[in-house]
């Protein structure tokens, strides 16, 4: 009964399209039961993914944007077609192969931000056993639960590999910088940023700041935070923290009140972004200017548009 239950979940996510949710009203199920039954499809070997890579196109685009943004690699998944949502899976499907590779021998631990991107890679994040891998969210939780989150991101992750996922005990936005303050004070919070800090590895997404933005439609910002961050002219997020076209930090107090990590503490780690779709262009070209970023992982029509940006 329960491979039966575990198939079908499978089979009802991989095939029917349908979301964690979905499946588990289907089958009366918690989405987190949901979450375990695919980690254990996917590392059965019952679902394999994958990535037809086509075009040789893609390598020397990606060589070509290493060069260009001076950066230790960078990985293009080739023009799928449709809308941004299938350029995030493709995204994820190359970035799921990367961290298979990285992640797959000895002790490691791996910092994870969030994002519809981040979830994508978790989603396709096949054949990785490691039971000495940590991953670690960088920032705080949001108010609802979605697979984009970082405390979902963290537990598929994980799940998979049949590591450790530990979890920042603080809300993604405090209401004040004292109360941020706070928060970075617990011990917990402190334990849980120490591991953060200590990850050799972070991989992170990029939002656009706005009011389109999934920061915005998620809720997290209201009225008055995007008034000041449209004031300071942001055009980009990461991990909590806000930048300016030319990739400094913006005079926004969201800088301080969001518990996480900084940038700093990016510096001193290995970076890879994920950016998905040709709408995080300007978003992208930011953090890439910003310095904190050694690896990107894009899709092609991103890659063209970054490629063909003036120095």
Request: glycine share 10%.
């Amino acid at each position: 009964m329960d491979d039966d239950i575990r198939i079908r979940a499978a089979w009802l996510y991989h095939v029917g399209g349908l979301s964690q949710d979905e499946v588990g009203q289907r089958l009366g199920l918690s989405r987190f039961k949901v979450l375990r039954l695919l980690s254990d499809a996917r590392s059965a070997g019952e679902v394999v993914v994958s990535l037809d890579h086509r075009s040789g196109g893609t390598l020397a685009l990606a060589e070509a944007l290493r060069l260009r943004f001076g950066l230790k690699d960078a990985l293009v998944a080739p023009d799928v077609g449709g809308a941004e949502g299938a350029a995030r899976h493709a995204v994820g499907m190359v970035a799921a192969g990367w961290l298979r590779r990285v992640a797959a021998t000895g002790a490691l631990t791996v910092g994870v931000g969030w994002g519809r991107t981040l979830s994508a890679m978790a989603d396709a994040l096949t054949g990785l056993q490691n039971p000495d891998l940590r991953v670690v969210s960088l920032m705080g939780a949001m108010v609802r639960t979605g697979p984009e989150g970082p405390i979902d991101v963290c537990a598929r992750i994980a799940a998979v590999a049949r590591g450790q996922a530990l979890f920042l005990p603080a809300p993604f936005l405090a209401d004040t910088s004292e109360d941020a303050a706070v928060l970075m004070r617990q011990r917990l919070v402190r334990e849980a940023l120490e591991v953060a800090r200590s990850a050799t590895h972070m991989i992170v997404s990029v939002g656009e700041g706005g009011r389109d933005a999934l920061l915005t439609t998620s809720g997290v910002l209201d009225a008055a935070d995007l008034d000041a961050l449209e004031a300071a002219e942001v055009v980009a997020d990461t991990t909590g923290k806000f930048l300016r076209a030319d990739g400094t930090l913006a005079p926004v107090d969201l800088n301080d009140r969001t518990p996480a990590i900084g940038l700093n503490d990016m510096k001193r780690a290995e970076v890879t972004l994920l950016a998905a779709g040709t709408s995080k262009a300007r978003a992208t070209r930011a953090l890439l200017r910003a310095g904190l970023v050694d690896r990107i992982v894009v899709d092609e029509a991103l890659a063209i548009i970054l490629k063909e940006d003036e120095a």
